[in-house]
T-cell receptor, first 114, second 110 residues
Framework: KQEVTQIPAALSVPEGENLVLNCSFT??????LQWFRQDPGKGLTSLLL?????REQTSGRLNASLDKSSGRSTLYIAASQPGDSATYLC?????????????FGPGTSLSVIP | DGGITQSPKYLFRKEGQNVTLSCEQN?????MYWYRQDPGQGLRLIYY???????QKGDIAEGYSVSREKKESFPLTVTSAQKNPTAFYLC?????????FGPGTRLTVT
C-alpha cells in the first residue's frame, strides 16, 4: 500500500532564505508526482507536475526533483517571500490499480517571516 | 471563467440531517473526485467518477453518496450515517493526469 510522508511537518524561515521541502513514498511504481500549495481555508493550487520519466521540473523560483528509485521528491524554493507562506502537499499517482488513484502526503506548513 | 466551483463555502447542519455539496466544472474533464481533509491529515478519497453515470468508492465512502448525471456536475451527499461529517470537502477533476481542485466547502455538523 502506497504511503506518502512529508518532512518537516512545519517550517519557519526568514525572508530571503532558500529552503527544501521533502516528500517520501513507499512504492516506486508511480505514474507521476504533483506538488500543491494550499492557503488556509482554500483549495489546492497545482505548482509542479513531474512525470515518472522526468527528474525535475522548474517554475519560477520553484524546482521539484524526483528520484523514483529512492522514493523521494524535493521541492526547492529560492529566495523565499512572505507570500510563500502556505501548506505544501505532495501527491503521487499510482500505476497498480485500475483507476487513477492519487495518494497525498500530510503536508508541510511553511511560514516565511518578513 | 474556467474552473471548478463548489458551493456553498460554509455549511452548517444539525446531526441526523443529510446534506448535499455541489461541485461544478467547465474544464471538460471526464474524471471527477471528492476528497475529505481533516486537520493534520492528508486528503482522503471519498468517491471518484471517470465518466458520466459511473462512479466508484474511494477509501472512506461509508456514509456518503454521489451521482454523476452530467459531465459537469458531481454532487456529494453526506448522509446521517457518516459518523464524523465535520470536515473540509474538496472536489477535484483530472485532465492529462494532472489534478485541479475547487475552493472547498467547510461542513460543520452539530
Amino acid at each position: 500500500k502506497q504511503e506518502v510522508t512529508q518532512i518537516p511537518a512545519a517550517l519557519s524561515v526568514p525572508e530571503g532564505e532558500n529552503l527544501v521541502l521533502n516528500c517520501s513514498f513507499t512504492d516506486s511504481a508511480i505514474y507521476n508526482l504533483q506538488w500543491f500549495r494550499q492557503d488556509p481555508g482554500k483549495g489546492l493550487t497545482s505548482l509542479l507536475l513531474i512525470q515518472s520519466s522526468q527528474r525535475e521540473q522548474t517554475s519560477g523560483r520553484l524546482n521539484a526533483s524526483l528520484d523514483k528509485s529512492s522514493g523521494r521528491s524535493t521541492l526547492y524554493i529560492a529566495a523565499s517571500q512572505p507570500g510563500d507562506s502556505a501548506t505544501y502537499l505532495c501527491a503521487v499517482r499510482g500505476m497498480k490499480t485500475s483507476y487513477d488513484k492519487v495518494i497525498f502526503g500530510p503536508g508541510t506548513s511553511l511560514s516565511v517571516i518578513p | 471563467d474556467g474552473g471548478i466551483t463548489q458551493s456553498p463555502k460554509y455549511l452548517f447542519r444539525k446531526e441526523g440531517q443529510n446534506v448535499t455539496l455541489s461541485c461544478e466544472q467547465n474544464l471538460n474533464h471526464d474524471a471527477m473526485y471528492w476528497y475529505r481533509q481533516d486537520p493534520g491529515q492528508g486528503l482522503r478519497l471519498i468517491y471518484y467518477s471517470q465518466i458520466v453515470n459511473d462512479f466508484q468508492k474511494g477509501d472512506i465512502a461509508e456514509g456518503y453518496s454521489v451521482s454523476r448525471e452530467k459531465k459537469e456536475s458531481f454532487p456529494l451527499t453526506v448522509t446521517s450515517a457518516q459518523k464524523n461529517p465535520t470536515a473540509f470537502y474538496l472536489c477535484a477533476t483530472a485532465g492529462g493526469y494532472e489534478q485541479y481542485f475547487g475552493p472547498g466547502t467547510r461542513l460543520t455538523v452539530t
